[in-house]
C-alpha cells in the first residue's frame, strides 16, 4: 500500500496549501447498539461493545470542542442513538453551545415522554427512516418484527410535536417497487423533506450487495418515479435521490471530499472523516481523549491524505471534475480496486469501471438472496 502520509505531507498545489476551513458538521455515532439488524448497515463488521463507548462527560468534551471549532451542526446517530440513556442531557447541551442538532434514529425507541423530553432540550430536527411499507419486506431487510408498525407510530408522534422532520426511505432491490408507494404515503402525511436513498455497500452492507443492488431496469423506473414525484409535488415536498454508485458514470463527492466538511466520531471515540475510514488500515486516526478535534482535522496525517487534489493520480490530477468531486470515495476504491490511492472505480475513466458495472448487473440478476442480518447484542 503506498505511504499516503508521505504524499500528503509534500504536496504544494493551491488546495492543499490553504489552511482547511473548519468542518460544518459533526456525526456522532454514540453507540453501535441498535435493535434492528438491518442487512445494509454500513457500519464496520466489528462494532464497539457499550463498554467502549464514551461515557456522557466524553461526548459533552466532544460537543464543546466542536462548538469551539465553529462547527454549526450536529448529528446524533449510531447504532441507534437513542439506545443511550444520555441522549437528551447531550442534546440539551448542543443547544446550550448553539449548534443545530439532528437526530437519526430508526424511531422504534421513540416514545411520546422521550421525544417530549428531546424537544425540550433543545432538539431541532429528526430523520426517520423507513426500510419500506410492506411489513414482511421491511422486516426481513430490517430484521426487527413490526417495524412499520412503531416507525408509523414515530411519525404521528413527531410530526405532533411540530419538529421539523426528513422522511428517509433506505431503498434496496426488494424494496424498490415500493418506491411510488413511498413517495404517495410521505406527500399524504405532508412531509416537506424525503430521502430516497439507495443502500451505498460499506461495511456490514457490503457483504450483503448481491442480495441488496437493484438491477439497471429498477433504477430506470425508480429515476422516472422521482422525477414524476418531484414535478407534483413542486413547492411542498423536496425528493433527495441517491442512487446506487455503482451504475453511475462519475464517482460522488463523498462526505463532500475528504476531511472537508464533516468529522465522525466512533462510539469509543476514534475521529474519522467518513464512518468507513477505518477501512483505511494504512492509516491512524486520532482517538479522543489523546487528540483534541482540531489537532485531528488540522495536524492528523490521516484526515490530510486524501484532502484536495494533490494526492490524486492520473487522470484524476489532471480532470476538470476534480475540485467538484474530489476523486469520489477513497473507501469504495479500496474496497473495489484494492487501494485508496487509485481511481474510485465507478468513474466511468477507471479501469475497473466496466468490471464494477458488470458485476452489479450480474449480482442484480440473482433473484431474492438469503441476508446475513447483523448480530449484535442489544440492551437499550
Ligand atoms: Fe470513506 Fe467515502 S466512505 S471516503
Redesign the pocket.
Known amino acids: 500500500m503506498t505511504d499516503t502520509t508521505a504524499t500528503a505531507s509534500s504536496t504544494t498545489d493551491s488546495t492543499s496549501s490553504r489552511q482547511p476551513e473548519p468542518p460544518l458538521a459533526i456525526l456522532l455515532e454514540l453507540t453501535h447498539r441498535c435493535p434492528l439488524r438491518c442487512a445494509y448497515c454500513s457500519n464496520p463488521l466489528a462494532l464497539t461493545p457499550a463498554s467502549q463507548e464514551l461515557d456522557t462527560a466524553g461526548w459533552r468534551e466532544v460537543l464543546r470542542q466542536a462548538a469551539d471549532m465553529g462547527m454549526l451542526q450536529v448529528h446524533f446517530s449510531g447504532g441507534e442513538p437513542m439506545a443511550r440513556s444520555d441522549l437528551t442531557e447531550l442534546v440539551a447541551y448542543a443547544s446550550e453551545l448553539g449548534l443545530y442538532s439532528n437526530l437519526i434514529t430508526s424511531g422504534v425507541l421513540l416514545d411520546a415522554s422521550r421525544l417530549a423530553a428531546l424537544q425540550q432540550a433543545g432538539l431541532n430536527h429528526v430523520q426517520l427512516s423507513f426500510q419500506g411499507l410492506e411489513d414482511t419486506q421491511a422486516d426481513r431487510l430490517s430484521g426487527f418484527r413490526g417495524g412499520v408498525a412503531k416507525k408509523q407510530a414515530a411519525l404521528a408522534l413527531v410530526q405532533q410535536s411540530g419538529l421539523a422532520l426528513t422522511l428517509n426511505f433506505v431503498i434496496t432491490r426488494s424494496n424498490a417497487h415500493e418506491l411510488d408507494a413511498m413517495l404517495h404515503y410521505a406527500d399524504q402525511h405532508g412531509i416537506a423533506r424525503v430521502e430516497v436513498a439507495n443502500t451505498q455497500y460499506?461495511g456490514w452492507g457490503l457483504q450483503n450487495r448481491a442480495a441488496l443492488i437493484p438491477s439497471e431496469a429498477q433504477l430506470d423506473a425508480m429515476t422516472a418515479c422521482v422525477t414524476q414525484w418531484r414535478e407534483q409535488t413542486r413547492g411542498r415536498m423536496v425528493i433527495d435521490y441517491v442512487i446506487p454508485d455503482y451504475y453511475a458514470r462519475r464517482p460522488k463527492a463523498?462526505?463532500g471530499g475528504?476531511a472537508q466538511r464533516f468529522l465522525n466520531v466512533m462510539p469509543d471515540g476514534t475521529l474519522l472523516?467518513?464512518?468507513?475510514?477505518q477501512t483505511l488500515a494504512h492509516l491512524q486516526f486520532p482517538r479522543v481523549p489523546h487528540s483534541t478535534l482540531h489537532a485531528a482535522w488540522y495536524d492528523s496525517p490521516a484526515f490530510a491524505a486524501y484532502r484536495g487534489s494533490s494526492w490524486m493520480p492520473e487522470p484524476c490530477g489532471g480532470c476538470e471534475h476534480k475540485e467538484r468531486d474530489f476523486g469520489g470515495?477513497?473507501?469504495?476504491a479500496l474496497a473495489l480496486a484494492g487501494s485508496a490511492d487509485t481511481l474510485d472505480p465507478v468513474c466511468e475513466r477507471s479501469p475497473q469501471h466496466e468490471h464494477v458495472v458488470t458485476l452489479a448487473r450480474r449480482e442484480a440478476q440473482l433473484g431474492e438472496q438469503p441476508y446475513t442480518l447483523r448480530s449484535f447484542s442489544f440492551s437499550a
Do not use: D, L
Open positions: 460499506y463523498c462526505m475528504w472523516p467518513c464512518h468507513a475510514a470515495c477513497r473507501c469504495q
